[in-house]
């Protein structure tokens, strides 16, 4: 490890298991003192005591909580230099069965969580005249979509858009603001939501032939929050080996 984060102090939230917890294990590697936060208290404490790192509950759909983890962080190790906003919620369900109910809550966590960490991580950050603000957004509602996600790919589509606004508003301030697209990552998630076909099917659809890991998604967010990102603000990366790229599905030079 070379130590890109050493003395930085990061808050990771939406950590309790696949990309977050990665995330926040790949910057604890390289150096970083990580707040792990996630609404649910025993996947995330469980987390916290696999990397021996503290834990905070936050529900980030509330502003709230938002603002206090962030004062704990700052109360605690003096600073704030870090946030990721991975947080995320992403049922399987088609626009005709989605109720506004349904709609909120996605929008919520989602969408509102990212501004929330946003605007909680500002002033802390502008003080101190540093930041790094990142988001976990997908290639799912800005570039691609399928059926069922028609709330999911708005949150995404929303953040990339919010991404640029703050890191426009944000760039005088010593903050960048930037996030990372996955495509389709191995997580716990993907395995209990997702079944056997779905994922052959993923597979079949991307060039280097497998889904990503977490950490294949953890090393994006580590470039942006480091300062060999220090002069990129405003975008993100895609990390989803190749998904986007083929024009239809029959793309291999030596096909089958």
Request: charged share 20%; hydrophobic share 40%.
């Amino acid at each position: 490890m070379t130590g890109r984060l050493d003395g930085k102090i990061a808050v990771v939230i939406g950590a309790a298991r696949g990309i977050g917890k990665a995330t926040a294990k790949r910057f604890q590697e390289e150096g970083a003192t990580i707040v792990l936060a996630d609404y649910e208290e025993e996947g995330g404490r469980a987390a916290a005591a696999d990397l021996g790192v503290t834990f905070f509950k936050t529900d980030i759909s509330k502003m709230e909580d938002a603002k206090a983890v962030i004062a704990f962080a700052v109360e605690t190790y003096g600073r704030i230099d870090i946030i990721v906003q991975n947080a995320g919620v992403y049922p399987w369900q088609l626009i005709e069965d989605t109720s506004p109910e349904d709609w909120d809550n996605v929008i919520a966590v989602n969408l509102r969580g990212s501004f929330n960490a946003a605007r909680a991580a500002l002033d802390p950050m502008r003080k101190q005249g540093y930041g790094r603000i990142l988001f976990t957004s997908s290639i799912t509602g800005p570039r691609v979509t399928s059926p069922g996600h028609g709330h999911y790919s708005a949150t995404k589509a929303g953040i990339n858009g919010f991404i640029r606004a703050a890191a426009l508003e944000f760039s005088s301030y010593g903050i960048t603001v930037n996030g990372v697209e996955p495509g389709n990552i191995m997580t716990e998630a993907m395995q209990l939501h997702r079944g056997p076909a779905f994922i052959k099917n993923m597979e079949d659809a991307i060039p280097l032939g497998r889904l990503g890991s977490p950490r294949d998604v953890a090393n994006a967010f580590l470039f942006l929050a480091s300062d060999d990102a220090s002069y990129i603000t405003g975008t993100t990366i895609v990390v989803d080996g190749g998904q986007l790229l083929p024009e239809g599905s029959d793309f291999r030079l030596l096909p089958p």
